[in-house]
């Protein structure tokens, strides 16, 4: 019998960053899942120790409650997720911003106690006082970050992202060739089953049961994960309702107000999950038509789950149809 028919797909799980994480990978012969399970966990432990804003001792946390006028070193870690974050937030001109954290807070979906009604205008634009990617500076060869004074950086749309990746490489740096992670949703595989198969993955309908899907009319698309990542950004779970009205966690740092509800999801491909994760929360704010418009201009494969007149509709850029066809 083939060393290939012997090896088999190994499932590991654990809890990060107030979600869960998965891993399937192809472990060569003696490799211990207990090391490879605890080597997992320490690499996402260490990236929610220093981003979470949950964690008051975390780099992040440590850099919100700074003095004004202030730089402060960051971990090279989160230095890599931080100068990402900017460089998205200048070339979207705010659109996402990693200082949207007031506005969130506000809003009930941060740190502090949820809302049960939407915050008053005045109290809204006291946030937005707050909110600028364009106040910060960095000293790339000190990995130091300028606090002008009140921005309060939040890593919740890119900190998922960056995790799955770094898993990846652990998974690479101990010589595991194939494997597919997940955190919270956001996914890259790597490799092939031993079968020979691709890791295949199904991009779950608005409105299905969360780790319940059961039929393929439960997914919107069906694709294959090798060498690139997929993050998907949903309204549908994260949200509130006052008055009639719904209100989502995803924050226009323009305006201070939820989007609107016609986004019901954004799913977006890329080489790294580093970049599909904050692309995600990009399109969810820019919406269908400056989104997509924004994804033709630069090859972002994306696709928008939509509340149409006659229920969930898809649009798609062209390169999401070509990577479907891959």
């Known amino acids: 019998m083939s060393r290939t028919l012997l090896l088999a797909v190994h499932n590991l799980h654990g809890e990060t960053m107030g979600t869960n994480w998965s891993v399937r990978a192809v472990l060569p012969a003696g490799m211990s899942l207990r090391d490879v399970q605890d080597g997992v966990q320490r690499t996402l432990d260490r990236i929610d120790g220093q981003m979470s804003t949950y964690k008051p001792q975390s780099a992040l946390s440590r850099f919100n409650l700074a003095p004004a006028r202030t730089w402060h070193a960051l971990p090279s870690e989160c230095f890599e997720v931080v100068a990402h974050a900017l460089q998205l937030a200048q070339a979207s001109d705010g659109a996402y911003d990693p200082t949207v954290g007031p506005l969130v807070n506000l809003w009930g979906f941060g ?4 809302r049960l ?3 008053c205008d005045e109290e809204i634009q006291a946030a937005r006082q707050r909110i600028g990617w ?8 000190a990995h130091s970050l300028y606090q002008p004074g009140g921005v309060y950086l939040d890593l919740s749309s890119i900190a998922k992202g960056y995790g799955v990746d770094q898993v990846g490489r652990y998974l690479d740096g101990i010589g595991v060739d194939a494997w597919l992670v997940e955190v919270g949703g956001e996914l890259k595989g790597k490799g092939r089953k031993p079968d020979g198969s691709p890791w295949r993955i199904g991009i779950e309908r608005p409105g299905a049961v969360s780790g319940a899907v059961e039929r393929l009319d439960q997914l919107s698309q069906v ?12 309204n549908y779970r994260r949200h509130f309702q006052a008055n009639g009205q719904y209100f989502s966690h995803h924050i226009d740092p323009r305006s201070g107000q939820p989007v609107p509800h016609r986004v019901a999801s954004v799913s977006v491909l890329a080489d790294h999950a580093l970049q599909a994760d904050p692309l995600g929360t990009l399109m969810t704010v820019l919406g269908p038509d400056a989104g997509l418009a924004y994804a033709c ?4 494969a ?6 149409g007149e006659r229920g969930l509709e898809e649009r798609l850029s062209p390169a999401f149809v070509e990577a479907l066809a891959a």
């Open 223 to 234: 694709l294959t994960l090798s060498g690139r990542a997929i993050a998907t950004s949903g």
């Open 302 to 307: 994306v696709m928008f789950i939509l509340h």
């Open 111 to 114: 740190p502090d106690a949820p």
């Open 117 to 119: 009604s939407p915050p």
């Open 134 to 141: 364009s106040r910060l500076q960095l000293d790339i060869a």
């Open 297 to 300: 201009e630069r090859g972002i």
